[in-house]
Nanobody, 125 residues
Framework: VQLQASGGGLVQAGGSLRLSCAAS????????VGWFRQAPGKEREFVAA????????NYADSVKGRFTISRDNAKNTVYLQMNSLKPEDTAVYSC???????????????????WGQGTQVTVSS
């Protein structure tokens, strides 16, 4: 599975962006997908994750109520809708795919088998 994140850009605080994670591979619909971000000088952190069906999702506390993860398996694409953006959301956002959904570990990098290149999100104050 190959992943490519896109949709990043520069936005003012309070604005919105929608990131996309496009995947190759016929079995993508069977993979759980997570979004992670990394700001300069900081460790990579979990943002959100979705089970293979989209029926189960998980969010970091810092983005709950503002970000929404969704997927369209027919298009092999997972989305991250980001609303009410804050300067502290500035980071490189990457998507990752896991063969198995592990609700206890989706917030860590451990379950993820494939990673895509990131897309830069910059939120100005």
């Amino acid at each position: 599975v190959q992943l490519q994140a896109s949709g990043g850009g520069l936005v003012q605080a309070g604005g919105s962006l929608r990131l996309s994670c496009a995947a190759s591979g016929r079995t993508f619909s069977s993979y759980a997908v997570g979004w992670f971000r990394q700001a300069p000088g900081k460790e990579r952190e979990f943002v959100a994750a979705s089970s293979w069906s989209g029926g189960t999702t998980n969010y970091a506390d810092s983005v709950k109520g503002r970000f929404t993860i969704s997927r369209d398996n027919a298009k092999n694409t997972v989305y991250l809708q980001m609303n009410s953006l804050k300067p502290e959301d500035t980071a490189v956002y990457s998507c990752a795919a896991a063969r198995r959904w592990n609700s206890m570990m989706v917030h860590t990098t451990t379950p993820y088998d494939y990673w895509g290149q990131g897309t830069q999100v910059t939120v100005s104050s």
